[in-house]
């Protein structure tokens, strides 16, 4: 079985350091909304949650590309060839995660697991996100959290309302 990124948000302190990595080594900023993950912190709650991408096995983002710009690699991550995105968007809508976004120049931009060695990981000191092959327990949340699906909206409420979901089921 291969590795899987798996998010546990019971460990997640919503510090941003994930976030903060990826965006350093992805954009060459310290700035969390560049990241190719996502922490939605509930302060009043009590809790965060980060919000990653799945590389679904049927990837609605993949299918809904136009250009074939998103395709998948041999180890199953799904990836974005920036030289055929036209910045349609279509992508964007699809991912009913809300994992897939449009950067500054249009194009369409998501994780890539860092060809395999995902920074975000190695930065968690909480151990909230893992690559792993995953025992039975990550598995089981991973199916979970990707039950907690939503159609409409932007990324960043897509994200929002799935981490709300995730949380409401994880307590219940």
Do not use: W
Not at 148 to 158: A, D, Q, V
């Amino acid at each position: 079985m291969k590795k899987q990124l798996f998010a546990n948000p019971d460990h997640c302190t919503g510090c941003n350091r994930c976030t903060l990595i990826c965006a350093a080594m992805k954009e060459g900023v310290f700035q969390p909304d560049k990241g190719r993950l996502k922490i939605n912190n509930f302060p009043l709650r009590g809790y965060s949650v980060p919000s990653i991408c799945f590389q679904c096995p049927k990837a609605n983002c993949l299918e809904a590309c136009p250009t074939a710009a998103l395709y998948r690699d041999p180890d199953g991550v799904v990836l974005v060839n920036q030289d055929l995105c036209t910045s349609c968007g279509a992508c964007v809508g699809a991912c009913t995660y809300g994992m897939v976004e449009l950067g500054e120049d249009g194009t369409a931009f998501k994780c890539d697991l860092c060809g395999g060695d995902p920074a975000c990981v190695k930065e968690c000191l909480a151990d909230a996100l893992l690559f792993t092959q995953g025992d039975d327990e990550l598995v089981r949340l991973k199916a979970a959290q990707m039950k907690c699906r939503t159609i409409s909206g932007s990324p960043s409420e897509k994200r929002h309302v799935m981490a709300d979901i995730i949380v409401k089921k994880a307590r219940a």
